[in-house]
Structures are given as C-alpha cells and as structure tokens.
C-alpha cells in the first residue's frame, strides 16, 4: 500500500474512533455539556488538556519556526510551557473549587456584576475565535497536503466531524475525544522523531541525541551536532544556530516580554482554563496541570530536538548538490509548493543562503526548466539564495527524511488532524458555552429549563462551526497576525483579574471593569497600531508579540487604584473569597 | 476566617512564592539573561544555557507542579482542609 493509501487507513480509523468515543459519552445535561459532569480522572484531564493546548501550530509548525530560528525558538517553547506553572499554582485550584461552567461565571460572580461578566465573555469569545479560524485553516492545509483534496473540501470535513462530536457529547464527548487524540498525536510525533534521531546521532532518545555527535556515515561524524550547525551556519553566512539574541531588533526586555506574554497568555486562555473545571476535586485539579504540562513536555522537548535533526539534514542533503539527485522528500513535498528552486546562476546547483530567494510563496508557471525544475512566476530577489523551505517541511517529512515506511506518512497525517481537531473542539466549546451560558442562560433567560439550555448549547456550537469553517474556508489576511492578539488580549483581560479575585478580598467591581478595559484597550490600540498602521514600536521598543505585558500590567495597575476609591466589595462575595481558598467542599459545581 | 486558616493561607503564600521565584529564575534567569556566560560551560554538545532555554526550564516548570502538589497535599492535611 502506498502512501496515500495509508493515510487514508490512519485517517478514517481516526475518525471513526473518534465518533465512536464521542457516541459512547454523549450527554443529556448541562453539567455534562459544559463541565464533563466534573468527573474527569486528573491523568485523562491532563491528556485531554494536552491535546486540547497543543494545536496544528504546535504540531505541523513549531519545529520547523524552531529549526530556522535557533536558540530564540526558546522564547516560544518556554512560552508555551511555563504558562503552565501559573495555571497550576495561581488559578486551576481555586476556579476549581469555585466550581461554576465558565470563567465569565467566575468573573460575573466574583465581582457581583453582570457588566463584568459580558466583558468577559465578550473577550472570551474574541480570544477563542481568533484562534479557532486558524484550526480550520490547519485541518484544510492538512488534508490537501496529505489526501490530496481541496483545502476547502478539508475544513468542511473537519467542519462536520467537530460537529458532531463537539454537539453530541459536549465538554464530556470532547474531553475522552481529546485522550484519544493525544495518544495519536504523540506516538505520530515521536515515531519519526526517534527514527531521525537513530539516524544523525545512532542514539534512540531525541533529547539526549540533540546534544551527542553524528553518526558514522554522515559528513561531520563524530562532531557535536550543534557544534556541527554552528558551522555550517557561519559558513553559509547564517546567525549560528546557538547563538543568543541575534535577531535584528531584540531587546532583552522585549524577548523577557514576550515571553511572559505568551506564558501569562497561555495561563489566561479560557479553553485551557475551563478544562480545570472538569475534574472532581481541587487536588484533582492541581496534579492534572502536572500531568498536562508532562504531555505537553514529551512534544516541546522532542521539537528542538527534530528542528536540529532536520536543519542539519536538510542542508547535507539539499545546499550545493546538483538539482537532478534531489532526495525522493523533496520531489514529494515540491508539488504542494514547500520547497522550491530558482536555478539563479544557472549551474544545476542548489544554494542554500540567507535570505528569501524569491517574493511570496511559490507560484509555479507549469513549465520547467532545463534541468526540470518547475518554473516560477514569482519576482526573483538579488541574494545568492536559491532554495525556498516551508518550516512546515521539518515535521511533514520527517518520516521520509528518517527513512520510515509509508504507513508512518499516514500517522503523522492523522496526528496533525487529532492536534488542530482537538483544539478547534476545546476553542468552539468555550464559544458555545459563552453564548449560551454566560449570555443567554445569565443574562437574557435566566428561566431557561435545562433543555433549552442544552439545545442552545448545541446550536450554538453548530453555529460556532458554521463560522469558523467560513473563515477557515475564506482567510482573512490577518489570520496569522491575530495570534498576537489572542495571546495579548488573554494576557491583557483575564489574568489579572482572575488573580486579583482569588488573591485579595478588595478588588471591586469598578476596579475589576476599568481594569480589564484599560488592559484591553491598550493591548488592542498597540497591536493594531504597530501591526497594521506602520506605527513603530512605540513602548520601549517592545513588539506587539510582548505587549500584552505591559498590558496586563496596567491592567493590575488601574484594577487596583480603582478599587481603593470605590465601595469594598459585599460581605457575600468576601466569603466567596474566603471559601475558594480551602480546598475542602469542592464536590459538586453548584448550578445556580 | 480562623486563626487556623489564616497560618494556612499564609503558608500557602509561602510555597507558591518560593515556587515561582524559582520558576522565573530557571526561565528568565538562566534561559534568558544568564544565557551567554552560561554558554561556556558545555554539557555533552549543549551549551548549557541553549540547553536551559530549550530543554531544561520545560524540565524544571513539570518538577514544580508536581513539588507544589505534594507539599499542598501535605499542608492540606495538616490544616485538616483536605478532601
């Protein structure tokens, strides 16, 4: 059987399990639909956060952004990890035993305030659809570049099996969902990742292999890998690959701020948060965020490892060979437009330099050249580069670099598809449930049986679905711009005021509004600003990938000056304070 | 709140900030600002700091929940505001 035919198997086996799990746990209640009844085991939450966290970014991209980057690929890797730390030791214990569905509830609740709680349902809305249009996207990208369908064609796909798992089972369908896509999504991470590491260092282990020496039999034997790309590098006139703070315009308090934007980000993202809700206790929810950042650490440990591998295979076997011994990974991967060739001074050799070597993505005439390279339309630059890399490449081929057989090309397909699924589902969840819940059940029809509420639930998921698979299908040119945003806004809005909930007992309501606001608003003006209008780093020179930083710290700043010039807040919502912080009682959400 | 729970909420104070701070040091001390002087020192092929800033801070954040679970377990008992 071929390739095709293999992803095909991985695929469909996928999906079909996937349905299955969700029929098996579909619900009948709203504890069910927004909170999975609160009965996850912590090691199965730790699972399903895992995949419900790790997204098509983490798993197709972050390798290859970490290959090209070098030593600060670490900023995103310690980001999107250490985020964790906060969540754990910061929020996940005390939501948990306030124990409600949403953390607009918590919001609303804590600071006595409908107003509160529809700016934050509103961000959280924002935040998860920003994000989720993205997972469309990366659901289509992975289907036409595995089963040679349209994109379009894949993202109505995806669209109809989120569909109907997310509507059917609810936080509880998607939860054991998620499981199961995590352990699809990390043996179809790892298998590749171990066989390129046998290859380049005979070393099975990919972390400890990154730091050891190259093989025998491969150019370099002997040496330090990393040693080995620091060479190369500085011979093909790249930044060395270990070397710090080498990109143009970094800052040390830039890089320390975005990387506690993305870690602050991280901890304040709802669909992330939420998860916490689902397990039976508060010492449940502390030790799944262990186990969670476990199972996010076997991939993010694995990544640097698989950018290194990757880096130093893909310049031995590509840079200043003649074009017609390309390896059999390239011809693959060339037809979708990851890599491509423009035969500069025309002697048949592939140069591989810094710099892009042409405008824009490939754009391929249908015509080839003489040594049958497909031509380009694209607009030719004047470095000496010659060679244009997708980062997405570094994970794709990595079977085929690592000489695996076909039926590990379908894996890895089908664990891309179980990464971006299973965050699109936990995304299209928090978005469903902030409608339904935070807005109609809180605000609009506080009478609403508890079938109505399911039922809009369930439509509102659809709905949710409908949108995203529109924006997946129809891109809007900021899509990879918005990321920023999420995080930022995350970082900007809910952190802060999540925190100064739990941690003191006199952020009032008007501090806790003004704050959020300020946060927001100078996050979002930033952003826009320096993204959009040309406006430049105005803020010590920090980009608007830190910002929300700075953003969250007005946002603390104004929520606590405020507070101290307005009414303390009611004795009851002191005591609300008061009885998070002990452990004991957790049991039951109380639904209201 | 009582006597009790206060000492407890204070010691809680206490192993999430000595938690934290070690947190921030792994993360933006070694991996970030302490990165180039410990860049002389190799482990094996790693420059240590390349290697704090890629692999060990992600090694050091799993430690710290799992340390910050078991001390909280033992201080939950302790005030008798277990589950």
Not at chain 1, 467 to 488: E, K, S
Not at chain 2, 30 to 58: E, K, M, R, T, Y
């Amino acid at each position: 059987m071929g390739i095709l035919g293999w992803t095909y198997v991985f695929v469909g086996l996928t999906f079909a399990l996937y349905i299955y799990v969700a029929w098996r746990t579909r619900v009948a209640d709203t504890k069910g639909f927004y909170v999975a009844g609160m009965g996850v085991p912590p090691v199965f939450n730790g699972m399903a956060t895992a995949a419900d966290w790790m997204s098509a970014a983490s798993f197709i991209s972050m390798a290859g952004l970490i290959s090209f980057l070098g030593y600060p690929g670490a900023y995103y890797l310690m980001g999107w990890t250490g985020g964790y730390v906060l969540l754990a030791l910061l929020l996940a214990p005390y939501l948990r035993k306030f124990g409600k569905y949403t953390v607009p509830d918590f919001v609303g609740d804590r600071y006595y305030s409908s107003a509160a709680r529809l700016v934050a349902a509103a961000c959280a809305i924002f935040v998860s659809y920003t994000y989720v249009c993205g997972q469309m996207r990366g659901v289509g990208v992975v289907f036409s570049r595995f089963l040679e369908v349209d994109i379009n064609t894949g993202v109505i796909i995806g669209m109809c099996i989120v569909f109907i798992y997310a509507a059917l089972g609810g936080m509880k369908g998607i939860t054991w969902t998620q499981v199961c896509q995590y352990c699809v999504l990390i043996v179809a991470y790892i298998i590749p990742a171990v066989a390129i590491s046998m290859m380049v260092t005979g070393i099975p282990i990919p972390q400890i292999g990154f730091g050891s020496t190259i093989a025998a039999g491969h150019p370099d034997a002997g040496k330090y890998l990393l040693d080995t790309l620091n060479i190369i590098a500085k011979d093909l006139g790249f930044v060395q690959y270990t070397a710090t703070f080498a990109t143009v315009n970094t800052n040390m308090l830039n890089v320390l701020c975005i990387t506690f934007a993305l870690m602050v980000g991280t901890a304040g993202l709802p669909h992330v948060i939420i998860r916490f809700y689902t397990v039976p206790t508060v010492r449940a929810a502390r030790i799944s965020a262990g186990w969670a950042l476990l199972f996010i650490a076997l991939l993010y440990t694995t990544a640097p490892a698989v950018a290194a591998f990757a880096r130093y295979n893909m310049i031995n076997t590509l840079n200043d060979k003649p074009y017609v011994e390309r390896p059999n990974w390239y011809k693959n991967w060339q037809r979708p437009g990851l890599v491509a060739w423009v035969d500069k001074n025309g002697d048949g050799i592939i140069q591989y330099r810094p710099g892009a070597p042409f405008v824009g993505r490939p754009n391929f005439t249908g015509k080839d050249g003489k040594f049958g390279q497909p031509l380009l339309a694209n607009k030719i630059t004047t470095n000496k580069n010659e060679l244009y890399i997708d980062r997405d490449i570094m994970v794709l081929a990595s079977p085929e670099i690592g000489g695996l057989s076909a039926w590990v090309v379908g894996l890895v397909a089908a664990g891309g598809l179980a990464a971006a699924l299973s965050t699109a589902a936990g995304l299209l969840l928090v978005v469903s449930s902030s409608i339904s819940h935070d807005f109609y059940y809180r605000i609009i029809n506080k009478n609403a049986t508890e079938k109505q509420r399911l039922l809009v639930g369930r439509v509102m998921i659809g709905v949710a679905v409908v949108f995203a698979g529109y924006f997946g299908i129809n891109p809007p040119a900021f899509v990879a711009q918005v990321v920023a945003f999420a995080f930022g806004l995350a970082a900007s809005s809910f952190f802060p005021i999540i925190l100064l909930g739990i941690f003191t007992k006199k952020t009032t309501r008007e501090g806790a509004i003004c704050g959020m606001v300020a946060g927001i608003l100078f996050t979002g003006i930033y952003i826009i600003q320096t993204k959009f209008m040309g406006v430049g780093n105005w803020f010590l020179g920090i980009t608007p990938e830190g910002i929300g930083t700075i953003g969250m710290l007005i946002n603390f700043i104004v929520a606590i000056i405020v507070s101290t010039f307005t009414k303390e807040p009611p004795a009851e919502v002191q005591e609300i304070v008061e009885s998070i912080r002990i452990p004991r009682g957790a049991g039951d959400a109380s639904d209201h | 709140m009582s006597k009790d729970l206060k000492e407890y909420w204070r010691k809680n104070i206490r192993i999430m900030t000595w938690l934290l701070a070690i947190w921030a040091f792994v993360s933006y001390g070694l991996g970030i600002i302490l990165v180039n002087p410990l860049n002389a020192i190799h482990i094996g092929g790693f420059p240590l700091g390349f290697w704090f800033a890629q692999q060990g801070s992600i090694y050091v954040f799993v430690v710290l929940i799992f340390v910050y679970c078991a001390l909280m377990r033992k201080l939950d008992r302790e005030y008798d505001v277990d589950e």
